[in-house]
Nanobody, 115 residues
Framework: QVQLVESGGGLVQPGGSLRLSCAASGSIFRINRMGWYRQAPGKQRDLVASITSGGSTYYAVSVKGRFTISRDNAKNAVHLQMNSLKPEDTAVYYC?????????WGQGTQVTVSS
């Protein structure tokens, strides 16, 4: 199984931006769809964005127009550009395939949006 390591989180003020990165231990070329998920305290883990190997994207309604997902198959990486961040975006963010592989969850990266 591919192991995934997320990075790029941090504390940002409302309206700010962050760029998350996900580095895979192996090739993601054959994984059709890669996604970013998030889990806020006391809530379930939800898919926020995903991208196919061909570049087709999906965004949850709550982030559409603010987040942009991209993937670099040559570098085995997936990114999430997050703009116009809101306090409700506060969560731990994870990457995984869509649908997710149970054995590939990483530690995630914490994103906190607060003034």
């Amino acid at each position: 199984q591919v192991q995934l390591v997320e990075s790029g989180g941090g504390l940002v003020q409302p309206g700010g931006s962050l760029r998350l990165s996900c580095a895979a231990s192996g090739s993601i070329f054959r994984i059709n769809r890669m996604g970013w998920y998030r889990q806020a305290p006391g809530k379930q883990r939800d898919l926020v964005a995903s991208i196919t190997s061909g570049g087709s994207t999906y965004y949850a309604v709550s982030v559409k127009g603010r987040f942009t997902i991209s993937r670099d198959n040559a570098k085995n990486a997936v990114h999430l550009q997050m703009n116009s961040l809101k306090p409700e975006d506060t969560a731990v963010y994870y990457c995984n395939s869509d649908p997710p592989s149970g054995g590939s969850w990483g530690q995630g990266t914490q994103v906190t949006v607060s003034s």
